[in-house]
């Protein structure tokens, strides 16, 4: 099976649509007060981080991030240990403080919304940390096939995809570089 590649998003795109996104952030809640960036780990962090510069630039003060690790709340995971056990290390603490969602405008931060199970997750894992005045999500690239009802509020890219296509998500903090590709499969039969 042969597979090829197309670059559908580079550098310049990624931080474009970034840039896009945290204006629009901005705009949609009137500032940043009472808002926080939760990246889903792994890629998520970086793009939340990102978003976060550029609110800083744009507002002149800053806006919390926190990372979010969904593996426990995952449902096409085995679950080892309870969920509620594993909590304290779910969502990245600053200073050893806990982190309350109680109130707080929680804009998730994702590379591909896909099926939207992943979000799902994440939103469960908040839940177990109080009751958000809102949660809204911001992805890199929507890819369609949702199996959830589950609709991003800031997007960077829609790419319509078959289920047989793949979107790779490279950013320089992990891959050394920042691109977004989507693979097609060839042969298949």
Do not use: W
């Not at 969602?101 to 979000?119: N, P, Q, Y």
């Not at 609709?151 to 992990?174: F, H, M, W």
């Amino acid at each position: 099976m042969e597979e090829e590649h197309l670059v559908i998003m580079d550098e310049t795109a990624i931080r474009r649509a970034l840039t896009r996104i945290a204006h629009e952030i901005v705009e949609k809640n009137k500032g940043i007060d009472d808002c926080v960036l939760i990246g889903i780990l792994t890629r998520g962090i970086y793009l939340a981080r990102r978003i976060a510069e550029r609110i800083q630039d744009i507002e002149g003060k800053p806006v919390e991030v926190r990372e979010l690790d969904i593996t426990s709340y995952r449902d096409d995971r085995k679950a080892s240990v309870d969920a509620s056990v594993e909590m304290a290390a779910v969502i990245g603490d600053l200073n050893g403080e806990l982190f309350s969602a109680h109130d707080k405008k929680v804009i998730l931060c994702d590379d591909v919304l896909f099926t939207g199970r992943t979000i799902r997750a994440a939103m469960d894992a908040l839940m177990d940390r109080g009751r958000p005045q809102s949660i809204q999500l911001a992805v890199l690239v929507d890819r369609g096939h949702r199996e959830l009802p589950i609709r991003p509020d800031y997007v960077g890219k829609n790419v319509p995809t078959s289920k047989q296509e793949q979107i790779d998500v490279s950013l320089t903090e992990i891959d050394l570089k920042d691109q977004v590709m989507i693979i097609h499969q060839r042969g298949q039969a």
